[in-house]
Structures are given as structure tokens and as C-alpha cells.
């Protein structure tokens, strides 16, 4: 099974590298998804594009509930259990 919290993780890094908003710390679990951080509506689509890409699977049924997550690690969480739902990756 893969590591959602690293793929979840490294999708982060990703749009965050894109945007040009990653510091030097490493990016954890605790990170807020919001705008401060420099997440805004079309980065949150683009970090599930990248998940759904890397577990070829798609985040339909979770969708709404990973919009209004508060942080990386409540966005684990969910598709976690989408994944666990859809028969595990």
C-alpha cells in the first residue's frame, strides 16, 4: 500500500515549488491548507490532480470534505479512507 501522507506531502511540495512559496523547512503534516500558506482554490485542485495521478484513483465522493479541510493532515485522513473504501491502493 502506498504512503498517502507522503504523496499527500510531496503534492504539497509541488505546487508549493510551482508558486514559488516553500521555505526552508520541510513540510509536515500540520501545515494549514489555506491561503496564508499560499494554497489557494486552483493549488488545493492542483495537489488532488497530482493525487489522484500518483494512486490512480479519482477523489470524486471526497471532494468536498477535502476542500474544507483545515490542514495536510486532515486531507490525509479522508483519502485514506477513500482509498480504503475504493478496495486499497
Avoid: C, T, W
Amino acid at each position: 500500500m502506498k504512503d498517502i501522507a507522503s504523496i499527500v506531502l510531496n503534492a504539497y511540495k509541488k505546487v508549493a515549488e510551482e508558486k514559488g512559496i516553500l521555505n526552508d523547512k520541510e513540510p509536515d503534516l500540520e501545515i494549514s491548507l489555506s491561503r496564508e500558506n499560499g494554497l489557494d482554490s486552483l493549488g488545493l485542485v492542483s495537489m488532488i490532480v497530482y493525487i489522484e495521478e500518483e494512486l490512480d484513483l479519482e477523489l470524486d465522493d471526497v471532494l468536498m470534505d477535502i476542500r474544507e479541510s483545515s490542514k495536510i493532515k486532515d486531507m490525509v485522513k479522508l483519502i485514506e479512507k477513500a482509498v480504503n473504501v475504493d478496495g486499497g491502493i
